[in-house]
Structure formats: structure tokens, C-alpha cells
């Protein structure tokens, strides 16, 4: 999980609340993704069609709802965002096909490094 993420979290209180909170993800124009939280799912997805939503959005139309996973309450939702915001494209593609969500996170590339021979 990203450190952004993990501050964020800790500063959050933990409270329940009377309405449960969800994942969704969306596909963009492009193809690529957008993951997102919210308590009204089809507001939010009205919101990003007509470009009101967020900036990625707005810059990728259209949208199409993919995957929804209610979550319960606001803080386990940020969780799982991180979490599957964290994993590869492959994994996405498997969680948004029905598959498990259980996939591994990307691996951030490795630079190369000049090797000091003998």
C-alpha cells in the first residue's frame, strides 16, 4: 500500500455508518481503469458520465460500470480501493471478469544499475 494511502488511513476514525459504502471501477474510452468509493453508486456513475465526477474522467469518456463490492463502512472501502488499486492490470482484469481479487500486486520496475566488474 502506497505511504499516502497508509497516512491517510491512520488519520481516519473508524465509524460506522448507517449507510454501507462501495468499490466500483469503471472502464474508460481507453480501456484503462478507475477505481473509486462511494455510498450511492449510480450517482457517482451519472456524475462521471457527464464529466462531474473526476479529471480522469473527464479526460477518458466514455465510462462503463464494470465492478461494484459493497464494502460496509467508509474506512474498510478506502482499504480495499488501495488494495485493488495496488494490483497489476491482469489481476483487474480478472477481478472485473468474476475472478478472484486476490492477485498480486505490480512490481515496480527495477532500474538497471552499472555493475563494477573486476
Known sequence: MKPRYRSM??????RETAVPWSLYILRCGDGSFYTGVTTDIERRFREHEK???SRYTRT???VVLVYREMCGSRSQA???ECAVKSLGRQAK?????GGTAGGRP???KRRKT???GP
Open 114 to 116: 552499472a555493475s563494477t
Open 60 to 62: 477518458h469518456q466514455p
Open 93 to 97: 482484469e480478472d477481478l472485473v471478469a
Open 9 to 14: 488511513l491512520r488519520k481516519m476514525e473508524v
Open 106 to 108: 505490480k512490481t515496480p
Open 51 to 53: 464529466g462531474k465526477a
Open 78 to 80: 478506502l482499504l480495499r
